[in-house]
């Protein structure tokens, strides 16, 4: 139960966030056409044809990631407010070490769009 409540938590926060998506696209599209300004409508030309479907892959990668940093930032919380009868301050630091490695494992700096995922996108 308490983890169908986490999916539809992170599937809503997803939502949200495809929603404002198009709502800053609108104003972005509409601010540019008004100043003509060339650069910002050659984005929004690129921005229009992102499909739906990426546009959510890449903010449910987003959510994942503040996730991640949000759990992180919680075990330096307790770490720096220690409470004994909950936490070992040794499995607090193995936790707070592995999450890290986690993250920096995953982060990916020179990763870039190919052909292949323009292909996909479209």
Not at 16 to 41: E, H, I, P
Not at 81 to 87: A, H, L, Q
Request: hydrophobic share 35%.
């Amino acid at each position: 139960k308490r983890m169908r409540a986490q999916l539809l938590t992170k599937q809503n926060k997803i939502e949200v966030l495809c929603n404002y998506w198009d709502k800053m696209f609108g104003q972005l599209q509409t601010r540019a056409s008004k100043l003509k300004d060339n650069t910002v409508n050659e984005l929004c030309k690129k921005l229009i044809v992102v499909s739906k479907e990426v546009q959510y892959r890449a903010l449910e990668a987003y959510v994942d990631k503040c996730r991640e940093i949000h759990a992180i930032a919680f075990l330096q919380w307790r770490k720096m407010f220690p409470n004994d009868v909950r936490y070992d301050k040794e499995e607090l630091d193995e936790l707070l070490n592995a999450r890290m490695r986690n993250l920096h494992k995953t982060f990916q700096p020179n990763k870039r769009i190919t052909a292949t995922t323009k292909e996909l996108s479209q």
